[in-house]
């Protein structure tokens, strides 16, 4: 039984004439970007998430420079972001200009440290970055306690998060501004690269959308009032991504089952393996990563059997080549780097049949029972 990692084909089996539907419309509407398509899902994301803003871009990582920009981070401004994270959430800091400043992540949930987000601020700082990653959500009460007490906003990269809820709020609401990715991956996977930002704040929302678009006001084209970038949605996204928004809750319901079936198989494998089994929010189960001390030859191991995995990520980002320029050296952020070596995702997505969910397991529990024998 083979089993891929990701099935885009199933994903978008059941779409395939809507697809086209929608393609042709936008493709002879004259209306290519930021029109009514953009407009709608702003309105429903809205209404999905609360929020008084939600400006459309091209991508998170588009969403991410926006509202840093909106937020004032250029040179001269320290950001602090996860050590252990997506590339984005530190080379936006640094193309802004501005210096990223990695914080250490929890050993187990890979989500930024509060204690070592403290420690880590400096006199520069004015942004911190919590990020949540696969299905986990960092620790946003004590974060937004350590920034208020520090002065700092606070950015929540909820790019993978959309639909998730801690403490009653919304993934993407704990902080001054959020986003929420829409790349073919994430659970609400467009058909092509998109975001939208959240935020209640006025200012940044009215930032965000006009440097979104060149600096112009919408109002009156070819004013500029900032330098801005080119940011935008395209309809033809933006129309699809009203139509799945429809079925969005029922998407993540599958992938709540699938997750929690998986935490249920897997906790028991502790110390070996282990899984973040938090029920203290509405997960969201985007990728399903546990951590397992014999990661290579799992991997290895559920490969030669057709399993597809991946390694989220293979290296912290204090030692990518990318900021090699910041001096750090291994030890500096013990917890970030060491998740690389033990990371594994599993396949989950909403269109993953139970006997896939269920050969995963079976495989899983095969390979830890041989290395219990071997021990
Ligand atoms: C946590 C996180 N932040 C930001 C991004 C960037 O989103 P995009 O790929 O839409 O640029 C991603 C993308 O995978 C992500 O996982």
């Known amino acids: 039984m083979k089993v891929p990692f990701f099935n885009y084909a199933a994903r ?21 970007i930021l029109k009514e398509h953009a407009a709608e899902l702003e309105d429903n994301i809205r209404a ?49 200009g501005a210096r990223p400043v990695f914080v250490d992540v929890d050993p187990l949930t890979g989500m930024m440290d509060p204690a ?3 420690a880590r601020v400096t006199p520069k700082s004015k942004v911190v970055i919590p990020t949540h990653l696969f299905s986990v959500m960092a620790d946003m009460a004590a974060i937004n306690e350590v920034a208020k007490r520090n002065g700092l906003l606070v950015l929540e990269d909820s790019a993978v998060m959309l639909g998730a809820r801690m403490q009653g709020k919304p993934a993407g609401m704990h902080g001054d501004a959020g986003l929420y990715s829409f790349f073919p991956a994430k659970p609400l996977g467009g058909i092509g690269d998109g975001a939208v930002i959240v935020t209640d704040d006025d ?10 678009n060149h600096g112009q006001d919408g109002i009156t084209r070819f004013l500029h009032h900032y330098t801005g970038y080119n940011h935008r949605m395209d309809e033809t996204v933006a129309a699809y991504l009203v139509h799945k928004l429809k079925r969005f809750d029922s998407l993540l319901e599958r992938r709540r089952q699938i997750g929690m079936r998986y935490d249920e198989a897997f906790a028991p494998l502790a110390p070996h393996v282990q899984v973040v089994k938090d ?20 991997r290895e ?9 991946q390694v989220y990520y293979p290296r912290a980002l204090p030692l990518q080549s990318a900021f090699a320029y910041l001096g750090h050296k291994p030890g500096d952020f013990p917890h970030a780097e060491a998740i690389p070596g033990k990371a594994l995702a599993l396949p989950l997505y909403a269109e993953m049949p139970d006997a896939h969910v269920e050969h995963v397991i079976e495989t899983v529990l095969k390979f830890e029972e041989a290395v219990k024998l071997h021990a």
Do not use: W
């Open 12 to 32: 978008y089996k059941e779409d395939r004439e809507k697809i086209k539907e929608i393609v042709y419309q936008v493709g002879t509407s004259d209306q290519f």
């Open 48 to 96: 999905y998430t609360g929020a008084k803003h939600a400006i459309a871009t091209a991508n998170g990582t588009a969403a991410l420079t926006l509202i840093l920009r909106a937020m004032g981070v250029g040179p001269g401004v320290d950001v602090l972001t996860p050590a252990f994270s997506f590339i984005s959430t530190a080379s936006t800091i640094a193309l802004l």
């Open 116 to 118: 070592d987000l403290e």
């Open 203 to 212: 200012e940044l929302g009215r930032l965000c959308r006009m440097l979104r």
């Open 279 to 298: 029920a203290a929010y509405e997960r969201v189960y985007y990728t399903y990563v546990l951590q397992a001390e014999y990661r290579d030859q799992l």
């Open 301 to 309: 191991y559920l490969a030669a059997r057709e399993i597809e995995t």
